[in-house]
């Protein structure tokens, strides 16, 4: 199975705060990777796929990139709906697997 | 807009069978491909397996052959059963479309919390 690597596990910032989030794949996935935003009792939410192109209606203060087998998950400038748990999937191969997950506080 | 809702028991007995249902509504269920994952706190997210609409289905082999899904094309639902449950079955489950050429999930359920114990 592809291992993906996701952190930090939490990261607290301020309203406006530049916010960065890793995720590592253990092989090579290209750049099929998504990026999901999950709050508590709602649906998660597809930000980001492939690893860099935002899905629609989502805010342009998100963004992704990919070096390697690296990706992360940027916010420029945090907002106080932003809070949530953050997590990557690889779109690769199967078994389909996910981060760990990364809890953004504000 | 697609909107799927997991429905089912919240406790189940060690040993027995977890059954889910998933209701898809706003959109036809005859096509696509239909996923359940679950989320622990120990083991994060863990992508159980999909169905397709022709029948094909993928089961993740950590699951060790407990694991079904089967569509109900009538109703617009499609249900999971997990086997010989024990206490590391316990999680919140999710349904979730997956795209039909790509392997991401553009629409997911809010999720059902299901408990096994005695």
């Known amino acids: 199975d592809i291992q993906m690597t996701q952190s930090p596990s939490s990261v607290s910032a301020s309203v406006g705060d530049r916010v960065t989030i890793t995720c590592r794949a253990s092989q090579d996935i290209g750049i099929r990777l998504a990026w999901y935003q999950q709050t508590p009792g709602e649906a998660p939410k597809l930000l980001i796929y492939p690893a860099f192109t935002l899905q629609h209606g989502v805010p342009s203060r998100f963004s992704g990139s990919a070096s390697g087998t690296g990706f992360t998950l940027t916010i420029s400038s945090l907002q106080p709906e932003d809070s949530a748990t953050y997590f990557c999937q690889q779109a690769t191969d199967f078994p389909l697997t996910f981060g760990g997950g990364t809890r953004v506080e504000i | 807009q697609v909107q799927l809702h997991e429905s089912g028991p919240g406790l189940v007995k060690p040993s027995e069978t977890l059954s889910l249902t998933c209701t898809v509504s706003?959109?036809?269920?005859?096509?696509?491909?239909w996923s359940w994952i679950r989320q622990t706190p120990g083991k994060g997210l863990e992508y159980l397996g999909y169905i397709y609409f022709t029948g094909n289905s993928y089961y993740n082999p950590s699951l060790r052959g407990r694991v079904t899904i089967s569509l109900d094309t009538p109703k617009n639902q499609f249900s999971l059963k997990v086997t010989s449950v024990t206490a590391a079955d316990t999680a919140i489950y999710f349904c979730?479309?997956?795209?039909?050429?790509?392997?991401?999930?553009?629409?997911w359920g809010h999720g059902t919390l299901v408990t096994v114990s005695s």
């Open positions: 706003g959109g036809s269920i005859s096509t696509y491909y």
């Open positions: 979730a479309r997956r795209a039909v050429n790509d392997y991401y999930f553009d629409f």
